[in-house]
């Protein structure tokens, strides 16, 4: 037996990940490692051939669809036949009866509050700890360091005090139209006090009081002199920071320093799509930090601009309410944690029959145990709940396998039924097309559930591979399918009850450099019906709650519940372009903008196993990039490749020239090894060009298989 596996029951697991396990996750837990272990073996080797089943059917139905399409390629698609076809090889279900979910114990931070959701590579330590911290982020900071205030002195580490006076200017402005003074404007305001339970704001010798006082719910310090004022609206808070001596509030007459916004409620700390883990090794990294997040003892030491600093999650934020009581805020993002889907395997553990494990029952285990530690706690979810979000599921059949594999974790772990609560990521054509019977198989735990457009897209072109060319990538936000796509989402969920029980979420903002664009065109998100949205910094966080202190998302929600539902016909509308007339430059262009972006992100995963980072587009700007843009671009050149709009020597031609282009855009990494020196030996340039020239075989149109792949080579290299 190979020297890194010890023998635990039938299983032979890896060294360092049973070390982990059994000394410190369970520890304190009550669950002992016999118990674990002796309850995960039976357990996975129950669960393993139905996820080997599921994985199975979906080839299946892929083969059959390819083949109808085959056959029908000189007609044109007939709607009612297609539906036909896809209702008799299984692929869509029955609709059932009306039914609303069952859910209980949810955190308000899911049920009754709207506000952003970052999403974070728990890989990152650091990252992760900003993540759960920016649940209060300086309102004042966000506005100053981005493109939303425009003055000369953008970008420059000089304090530049005009551009301070538009970051005031902005505030006052904001809360003249959301918190309004009755009588008068927060610009220019003297000062502001606690007297008899009401917020007195003072200006030119008079004293005026909130149109809403409701909207005023406590402070910290003297009430003559407060240190803080605490204001809520919409169900999200701001702390207005006063300290006169402090050095951004040396021209505001009121001694404002800061204006603290509350920003990202909930976190998604993702094993998934923004990591790469391929191995025990990092598998463990991955489960440590959330472990530290459940325990609340994570902390990361690091150096940033010659100081070195400690890191450590935020305490809960004390005020004293209106009527004199000592009061908290929860202090941190509400943390879910996203598990792999059903198609991985992992080398961390291996099977009686010397296969890998499933990897998504694996973190399922796992990731729950280290959320034992706050079920004690109770400092992340105050109800008792663990949130794991769970991507990737094809239909019904493998949602209600999510929810079985959360059953037997529930039975080893010794937690009451559905205490383990679902994120339903309706990222995959047969979700979508059953969502509502997808959400009955989880309807005692569902939580959650979102759009995931580059997913969705991926998915969309692969299980229509054979139907003919897609349509340009830039064509796809505006075709038939996506808006029926994203409609059928919040009408279902609306349906279903989710409406002050579940959030309905939306995709990501993935110009982190773009706030500006972000806060013209993110509201969009609420007036859609999303209750969450996704983010991608903590200061895009505290920037996007702006909107929801201008919509109220559940009153948006109830409007929407009454329109008329989409149309399946429409989210079955294949993008396929019909007779493309394309120019070559056209086409070359497009194929060159996509292999740009997946070379820039393949070369950080494969040589340096970064799995979420900014990437340079073909014009500089820099774009948050995971393995769902990956998965769109590859599988829209295999597509493209398949149906002759352009060939396999055509695209390495570009690939080479695209390789070169990545390679000076990360000049200045010392850690980066350049493709162009040698197309041969680039194990990531070889990856890249794999994910397009074999990309109609991979499962799913999914990037994992070759990535893991080649970033296991990469590491034994």
């Not at 010798?205 to 919409?234: C, Q």
Request: proline share 3%; glycine share 6%.
């Amino acid at each position: 037996m190979n020297k890194n596996y010890l023998e635990i029951e039938n299983l032979k697991v890896s060294n360092e990940l049973l070390k982990f396990v059994n000394n410190e996750l369970l520890e304190d837990t009550g669950i002992t490692p016999k118990k674990f272990w002796s309850g995960f073996d039976k357990s996975v080797h129950e669960l393993t051939p139905k996820n080997k089943e599921l994985i199975k059917i979906r080839e299946d139905l892929q083969t059959k669809i390819d083949e109808w399409h085959k056959k029908n390629k000189s007609n044109e698609i007939k709607i009612d036949e297609y539906k036909e076809f896809l209702k008799h090889i299984g692929y869509l279900k029955d609709e059932g009866p009306d039914f609303k979910i069952k859910t209980s114990d949810v955190d308000d931070e899911i049920s009754k509050i709207a506000g952003p959701q970052l999403v974070v590579p728990i890989m990152n330590a650091r990252y992760a700890l900003n993540a759960a911290n920016a649940r209060w982020v300086s309102l004042y900071d966000s506005l100053y360091g981005t493109n939303i205030i425009e003055s000369e002195e953008g970008g420059s580490e000089r304090y530049d005090p005009n551009r301070g006076q538009e970051v005031i200017k902005f505030v006052r402005e904001f809360f003249d139209k959301y918190i309004e003074i009755d009588g008068t404007s927060w610009k220019n305001i003297a000062g502001l006090k606690v007297i008899n339970k009401d917020l007195i704001i003072l200006k030119d010798d008079y004293e005026y009081k909130l149109k809403d006082k409701n909207k005023f719910i406590g402070h910290r310090g003297d009430a003559n002199k407060p240190e803080a004022i605490i204001l809520k609206n919409n169900n999200l808070h701001f702390e207005i920071i006063i300290n006169p001596k402090a050095f951004s509030a040396a021209h505001d007459i009121a001694g404002i320093s800061d204006v603290i916004a509350e920003s990202a409620v909930s976190t998604i700390c993702d094993n998934e799509d923004s990591v790469a883990a391929v191995d025990a090794e990092d598998k463990v990294v991955c489960y440590r930090n959330w472990l530290g997040l459940m325990k609340g003892n994570l902390k990361i030491q690091f150096e940033k601009n010659g100081k070195n600093l400690e890191r450590k999650l935020n305490p809960d934020r004390s005020y004293i309410s209106k009527d004199g009581k000592g009061l908290k805020l929860h202090g941190r993002s509400l943390l879910l944690i996203r598990n792999v889907g059903h198609l991985m395997t992992s080398p961390s553990i291996l099977l009686k029959d010397g296969s890998e494990v499933p990897e998504g029952i694996m973190d399922a285990f796992i990731t729950s145990a280290a959320a034992l530690h706050d079920l004690k706690r109770k400092k992340n979810s105050r109800t008792g709940s663990i949130y794991i979000v769970k991507p990737k599921m094809h239909g019904p059949d493998e949602c209600a396998f999510t929810d079985l594999i959360f059953t037997k974790v529930e039975e080893i772990l010794e937690l009451k039924p559905n205490t383990i609560k679902v994120g339903l990521m309706d990222e995959e054509r047969r979700t979508s097309a059953n969502l509502k019977e997808c959400i009955r198989a989880l309807s005692k735990r569902i939580v959650f559930q979102n759009t995931g457009f580059l997913d969705r897209t991926g998915d969309e072109m692969h299980t229509s591979m054979e139907a003919g060319p897609m349509i340009k990538k830039g064509e796809m936000k505006s075709s038939k399918w996506i808006q029926a796509y994203e409609n059928n989402n919040v009408d279902l969920g609306l349906k279903c009850g989710f409406s002050g029980k579940a959030q309905i979420g939306k995709g990501m903002w993935a110009a982190p450099d773009e706030m500006k664009k972000m806060l013209d065109e993110k509201i969009g998100h609420l007036n859609a019906g999303a209750n969450c949205a996704w983010v991608p910094s903590p200061t895009a966080a505290s920037l996007h709650a702006l909107h929801y202190h201008k919509v109220n998302v559940f009153d948006v929600q109830k409007k929407l519940a009454s329109r008329a539902p989409a149309k399946l016909d429409d989210l079955l509308t294949i993008p396929i372009a019909n007779r493309p007339n394309w120019s070559v430059d056209e086409i070359n262009s497009e194929i060159s903008n996509s292999a740009q972006t997946l070379l820039g992100y393949v070369v950080r995963w494969i040589d340096q196993g970064i799995g979420c980072s900014k990437v340079p587009d073909i014009n500089n700007v820099g774009l948050m990039e995971d393995r769902a843009t990956l998965r769109i671009s590859s599988q829209h050149i295999a597509n493209w490749i398949h149906h002759g709009i352009t060939t396999k020597i055509q695209v390495i031609e570009i690939m080479k020239e695209m390789a070169r282009v990545v390679d000076d855009q990360n000049k200045n990494d010392k850690n980066y090894i350049r493709m162009s020196d040698n197309f041969e030996k680039s194990i990531a340039f070889k990856t890249a060009c794999d994910l397009i020239l074999k990309g109609k075989e991979q499962p799913s149109g999914y990037t994992e298989p070759l990535l893991h792949l080649n970033r296991l080579e990469k590491k034994l290299s």
